[in-house]
């Protein structure tokens, strides 16, 4: 008979070999290859069943490499799949910026009638419902970045120290995020979060002059 024991004492693997006659047997440890031969005799093996033997071991390589490789597998796809998801927010953040340029743009070279639009707001009891608050260039770049955010399934937020919209006030660990893109001036933050399974991307927003229009 061939059978395969489990670790002994020294850490190694035994291969136990019994003969036709039991008080003969022979006893084979590695990897330092000790062999003890025991009583006299013959040796006899079965062919067909250390070949069955070797068979299911070489079975079970297989099943093993076969389970390493797939584990290894799901696991680019996750990395992949990841690096996908932020490269799509960093695409949409900068597309928006893109937008709020065009619209920055168009405001320097008075594209818009603002005496007409300002007049629509006489009366208005929600200002970002007029035609005006659309021509904000950082309202417009939102617009473009909510619009994605609802098609991909992303939360999109806005928090700021000090912010007018209660709504933006930061969470605490988006108050550490801006903190951090502060002090260090980071022109962009991404993390994995484990816990949560969420990908988070952020970028600054720069005051520039067309912010006066509301914030003046």
Known sequence: QCGRSPLDSSGDEVLFLSTARP???????????????????PLEVSPMVLGTKIVL?????????????????RSVI??????????????????AEKTRRSISAMRSSRTFDDVKLKAEVAGVSDYKQTRIYKTVPVVAAWDSITEVAATEGYEFRVPAHNPRNPKNTPRPDEERILSLMENAKLPEYYAVDENANEVLYARPIVLSADCLLCHG
Do not use: F, Y
């Open 78 to 95: 996750r990395r992949q799949g990841i690096e996908m998801t932020r490269d799509t927010m960093r695409a949409t953040i900068l597309g």
């Open 23 to 41: 008080e003969k047997n022979i006893t084979i440890s590695g990897p330092a290859v000790d062999i003890v031969l025991r009583g006299e005799g």
């Open 57 to 73: 071991i070489a079975v079970g390589s297989v099943v093993v490499t076969a389970a390493a490789g797939l584990l290894i597998e």
